[in-house]
């Protein structure tokens, strides 16, 4: 998984880019009614229900926007929320504010319903042992955001992309040839670059997973688009070999099912592709 400093700069780049997007060279609209030396307070609120998320990076925002906002938090990341409710108030310029508001919101609508649904999920699965995963279906140019929601929810973050862990899937293995010079490759190249990175490998079939485990080093199997009896049969080959991840078009139906085959992760894109965003606004308070 990618560091805390990598992270840190994902975010710092979503923050740049985005206020370069929106604003540009100027808040016009600001800039022409509002006085620079005017102040103002305003409030987030929800018009939702659901689990709220983007708070911490809300305060980023308007950090980044001006160092000399204050933001008084009354609801914290992950915490649940229903309609009326105040999650916090931010204080400073009237200017500032708004340069900032758009971002705040679209983040934090988009993040709390990513937070919301994953929670769901992570209530499905209860006491099953079974941990949700996340994927690189994401928005482009926002993957942190999606992901940090996903981790506020209570959910895991599969790896973070292309360059910190391995996975071997179905076009990866066709074109390399077959499972079993998939992964000596894989082996070979990790050795030549000094490189540490878990390899995962996805199963299509019985027989493939057979083979998987006739190779050491894999650290999770992708058991993918298996019904629920291969499912169990291909937990029970595994074993204790190596961990096990169920993924295909697996829904808040049939999510409990696949848990209680015993396998270890299930991932879902749903959880970052398939949200509805959640209603906040930031409004002017008198």
Known sequence: MISTE????????IISNAIREDVGDG???????IPKSAKGKAKLLVKDEGIIAGVEFAKLVFAYVDSDMIVDILIEDGSPVAYGDIVFYVEGASQSILKAERLVLNAMQRMSAIATKTNEFVNLLEGTG????DTRKTTPGIRALEKWAVKIGGGENHRFALYDMIMLKDNHIDFSGG???AINKTKQYLKETNRDLKIIVEARNLDEIR???KTDGVYRILIDNFNYEDTKKAVALIGDTCLTE?????????IR???ECGVDYI???????????MDLSLKAVE
Do not use: M, P, W
């Not at 079974?130 to 995963?133: A, H, V």
């Not at 169920?246 to 049939?254: A, V």
């Not at 991932?267 to 965003?277: E, R």
């Open 6 to 13: 990598q992270f840190n700069k994902e975010i710092e780049g």
């Open 130 to 133: 079974t941990k949700i995963l």
């Open 246 to 254: 169920s993924s295909g078009g697996i829904n808040e139906r049939t």
């Open 267 to 277: 991932s879902s894109g749903a959880l970052t592709h398939s949200v509805y965003n």
């Open 257 to 259: 099912h696949y848990a």
């Open 211 to 213: 083979e998987i485990l």
């Open 27 to 33: 808040d016009h609209s600001s800039l022409a009614c």
């Open 179 to 181: 499972i079993t010079k």
